[in-house]
């Protein structure tokens, strides 16, 4: 039996800016945060000559062709698995459709598991940009690379992508006060609604494809944050990140009309009133999770809590996707 795991992921300055779509004109940035909430996925010896996956759905098929779940598909093929006597069963800490990269997590994860039971070593860098190209090339899914990329790394880490498409990896060496800092007052809450960012990404793609000046200024002032918001992190200066969260909010909502909504903004100014310093939500809007920074961690909470949203104590990941069973 093979169990990995690839961490989910929340972005902390300049996403947006690692779809195809901008950074092969104008070269994208972002910086990412693995956290310690985990996609999982098993693989095992069958006992009959077929193919069982578990997923959200169950499919039992003989040949890899005949699988419905495109990325499980494509990744087989891709790790050149093609059983028969195999099972895979995935497993989330948290439900898809909520803004953590929960689909890179499992790309990568996915990967992970089919090179480990193939007796195969990919590196970090190999592994993202396999994800990458299931996603992105294969199934041209309207995505970006960040999701890939530090579910792969993890820990705290800035990506640049250039207009050659390659990707240069910087994990982030904060001070360690600042760390402990970080990890302590970041909250995050769910806010009872998932969506499917492919709509929004998808819209955000087109005007890019397309040079729409409005979203192109948005994604070039978005970069520019992100770059910021790695400075003020490495200089410990969290205050300065916090409110560069909250501008980059401000600017992502204006990129598509499903980013945000009534009651998104009323949750969100409900936090700042009770001493949140900066915050978003998470990935491409429109639902999910409430991003928060604080130093009045219990105010904030007896808030979020009163407006019935649930929090997920938050937590780094310094490890990336990693095999955690293999007997």
Known sequence: MIIVRSPMRISLGGGGTDLPSYYTKHA?????????????I?????????????????????????????IIREAMKLAGVTGPYLEIVSHSDIPAGTGLGSSGSFTTALLGALHTYGRKFVSPQELAEQACHIEIDILKEPVGKQDQYIAAFGGITSFEFPTSGAVKV????????????????????FTGAARSASEILRDQDTKSKENAGEMLENLHFTKKLGFE?????????????????????????????????????????????NGALGGKIVGAGGGGFLLLYTEEKTRVREAMRGAGLREVRLQFDFAGTAVVVHS
Do not use: C, Q
């Open 28 to 40: 994208g940035f972002v910086v990412s945060a693995a956290i310690t909430r985990y996609v999982y």
């Open 170 to 189: 910087e994990p982030l060496n904060l001070p360690s006060d600042a760390l402990a800092n970080l990890e302590d007052n970041l909250l995050l809450f």
């Open 42 to 70: 098993t693989i095992s010896d069958g006992f009959w000559p077929k193919i069982n996956l578990k997923y959200s759905k169950m499919e039992e098929v003989e040949r890899v062709e005949e699988i419905r779940h495109p």
């Open 229 to 273: 918001s790695r400075d003020a992190l490495m200089k410990g200066d969290l205050r300065r990140f916090a409110e560069l969260m909250g501008v980059h909010w401000e600017h992502k909502k204006k990129r598509s009309p499903g980013m945000s909504s009534g009651p998104i903004n009323e949750l969100y100014e409900l936090a700042r009133k």
